[in-house]
């Protein structure tokens, strides 16, 4: 079965202005994190992002419910983004589809 995470946006960006939150980005960042810490198995982990919000730079991740401690570790880890440093912090898991408030800006769905 599956796990839906929701990570918390970048926090403590050292320059908050020169970085553009993406899916591709962020999806790969984990991933790295995932190789760093828990070597080529780690990386092999699937991480499917669901729902992104670059303007709340907030997303929700489904991943292998065997795999969500990696996951969640993997993201606390993560010390810097597009060169930036920064943290990350999962907020929720959860075995149901998560979400978070809806603006009028468009999400981007990948599955």
């Given at each position: 079965?599956?796990?839906?995470?929701?990570?918390?946006?970048?926090?403590?960006?050292?320059?908050?202005?020169?970085?553009?939150?993406?899916?591709v980005?962020?999806?790969?960042?984990?991933?790295?994190s995932?190789?760093?810490?828990?070597?080529e198995?780690?990386?092999?982990?699937s991480?499917?992002?669901?729902?992104?919000?670059a303007?709340?730079q907030?997303?929700?991740?489904?991943?292998?419910?065997?795999?969500?401690?990696?996951?969640?570790?993997?993201i606390?880890?993560?010390g810097?983004?597009?060169?930036?440093?920064?943290?990350?912090?999962?907020?929720?898991?959860?075995?149901?589809?998560?979400?978070?408030?809806?603006?009028?800006?468009?999400?981007?769905?990948?599955?």
């Open positions: 079965t599956n796990t839906y995470v929701l990570p918390s946006p970048p926090r403590k960006l050292s320059d908050p202005e020169s970085v553009t939150l993406t899916p980005f962020l999806c790969g960042c984990i991933l790295n995932l190789t760093s810490v828990f070597g198995i780690g990386g092999q982990t991480v499917k992002i669901v729902k992104f919000s303007e709340q907030r997303s929700v991740f489904r991943v292998p419910e065997d795999f969500l401690d990696r996951v969640r570790i993997a606390s880890l993560i810097y983004y597009q060169e930036v440093p920064c943290h990350f912090q999962v907020l929720s898991t959860s075995p149901k589809r998560l979400d978070f408030e809806d603006t009028e800006e468009e999400f981007l769905a990948f599955i």
